[in-house]
């Protein structure tokens, strides 16, 4: 039995431990002699050509001193005397001691050399980044001074006395997607009057039944609503009937211009022009005033004059703003009800009479 080892375990042998110790030191060995032939292949001609140029008769004087003016002269002598032969020896030393390296110090050296290659576009994307931050501050700022912006705006309105109704009495003559439907609409109405120039006194009477129940379910956020009355009672209930105007579109009445002391009521239906002349019917019945927007007077549609519940509310909105008919139905009517102006449609039908006349008069004469 050998001796133990005294550092490492009095267990192990000691000839164990001094095999493993020489290994770790001849591998350090390799590793320093391999980057000091990657990074200073002619270090060590250097330091001999040092040596051997170095006064030997001054042992007093340092060498640094003597030898410093010197340096370059011999880093030229050393760089001319290079040759091709001893650079296949430092090639081929390069390869033995990467041989001798093991895979993990490979690894390590390679990774090494990747990051110092690497350092000048790692600094470029750092630059990136910091402007991108830059321009995202900037938009943020931008866009808080926006905001800023549209609440100045919104302290300038000026609030209507108009009051608009939106009648919610039909829920019987309507299936659940038309309700749905007027939903959307009601919706529609209520941010349109918020972000208005001229907000109007928004009333929604007579709720309840599907249409109560279904705005509970998509939304119950409409129990906070502001700036609107929504009221179970009838429209009669509340306001005096001489003050009461219904919107309808078969009413033999044009407005003309809008009353602010009056209160306007827009029949919540949605039905497909299954039940016509209902809302003027009723309107007749409760003996109330009755009207119909001037859209005839202005412009021409290919579909019938029956508008949505939003758009005769947002028309009214617009008019109280620009003060002109025209402008108002133009900037609410969608694309689809095909409204052209009418003096367009009169000019456009003259021309297809005349060329109907011509034909016929060519007709005659042949």
């Not at 972000?195 to 939304?219: C, D, I, R, W």
């Amino acid at each position: 039995m050998g001796r133990g080892c005294l550092f490492c375990s009095p267990s192990l042998p000691l000839v164990t431990c001094l095999w493993a110790l020489w290994n770790q030191q001849r591998k350090s060995l390799l590793l320093m002699k391999y980057l000091s032939l990657v990074e200073k292949p002619i270090s060590k001609p250097v330091q001999k050509l040092m040596s051997s140029e170095a006064p030997t008769e001054s042992p007093e004087v340092p060498t640094e001193n003597t030898m410093s003016p010197k340096v370059p002269d011999v880093e030229e002598k050393v760089k001319s005397s290079v040759s091709p032969v001893e650079g296949q020896e430092t090639g081929s030393n390069k390869e033995e001691c990467l041989e001798l390296l093991s895979k993990r110090q490979r690894k390590k050296l390679l990774k090494q050399k990747q990051w110092e290659e690497q350092k000048d576009l790692r600094r470029q994307k750092r630059k990136e980044k910091r402007q991108k931050r830059k321009q995202e501050r900037q938009s943020k700022l931008d866009s808080n001074n926006e905001g800023n912006d549209r609440k100045r705006v919104r302290r300038e309105v000026v609030p209507s006395t108009l009051r608009l109704i939106v009648d919610c009495s039909f829920d019987d003559l309507m299936v659940l997607k038309d309700v749905k439907k007027l939903h959307k609409q009601i919706q529609r109405c209520y941010a349109e009057n918020r972000k208005a120039f001229h907000p109007v006194q928004f009333y929604l009477t007579s709720h309840g039944g599907q249409l109560k129940s279904n705005m509970n379910e998509s939304n119950k956020g409409w129990v906070n609503w502001k700036d609107i009355q929504i009221r179970t009672e009838h429209y009669t209930e509340l306001i005096k009937k001489e003050d009461l105007v219904y919107l309808t579109s078969d009413s033999p009445d044009v407005l003309s211009e809008l009353d602010e002391k009056k209160a306007y009521v827009i029949g919540g239906l949605v039905d497909h022009n299954h039940h016509k002349g209902v809302t003027y019917k009723k309107a007749v019945e409760q003996g109330i005033g009755h009207a119909q927007l001037p859209l005839g007077n202005f412009v021409k549609m290919k579909s019938r004059k029956v508008l949505a519940v939003n758009h005769v509310f947002e028309i009214i909105l617009a008019y109280l703003e620009k003060r002109d008919w025209k402008e108002a139905f133009f900037s609410v009517l969608p694309q689809r009800k095909g409204a052209v102006p009418l003096e367009e449609a009169s000019d456009s039908s003259k021309h297809t009479l005349s060329g109907k006349e011509d034909e016929d008069n060519d007709s005659e004469n042949n």
